[in-house]
């Protein structure tokens, strides 16, 4: 079982950027595709980015495309989620996901992963 720690966040305002950091420990993250969501007060969890294993394909929705980056690092077991352009919609706590996604739709379904951090909290003032 992998285990996932996020780190980065804090309170930005509103232009500004973060970088979030995963680290994962346990299993080697090559052996998944990883992903960033996250959870406002109130509202289901959203998907943010997706990376396959090596890199080759990345997703993300229309609200962060052009302002969100999602990279990967295998050999430091690390996962990272460039934010720039920062809204004060973004606010949230952002979410690392570790899983086995059989297409890129299944990408934006938290059921296909089966791992997940404990979260770190991003928000953005206006």
């Known amino acids: 079982q992998v285990q996932l720690v996020e780190s980065g966040g804090g309170l930005v305002q509103a232009g500004g950027s973060l970088r979030l950091s995963c680290a994962a420990s346990?299993?080697?993250?090559?052996?998944?595709?990883m992903a960033w969501f996250r959870q406002a007060p109130g509202k289901e969890r959203e998907f943010v980015a997706g990376?396959?294993?090596?890199?080759?394909?990345?997703y993300y929705p229309d609200s962060v495309k052009g302002r969100f980056t999602i990279s990967r690092d295998n050999a430091k077991n690390t996962v990272y989620l460039q934010m720039n352009s920062l809204k004060p919609e973004d606010t949230a706590v952002y979410y690392c996901a570790a899983g086995r996604p059989s297409s890129g739709s299944a990408y934006y379904t938290p059921a296909e992963y089966i791992a997940w951090g404990q979260g770190t909290q991003v928000t953005v003032s206006s």
């Open positions: 990376i396959s294993r090596f890199g080759s394909n990345t």
């Open positions: 346990g299993r080697i993250i090559s052996n998944y595709a």
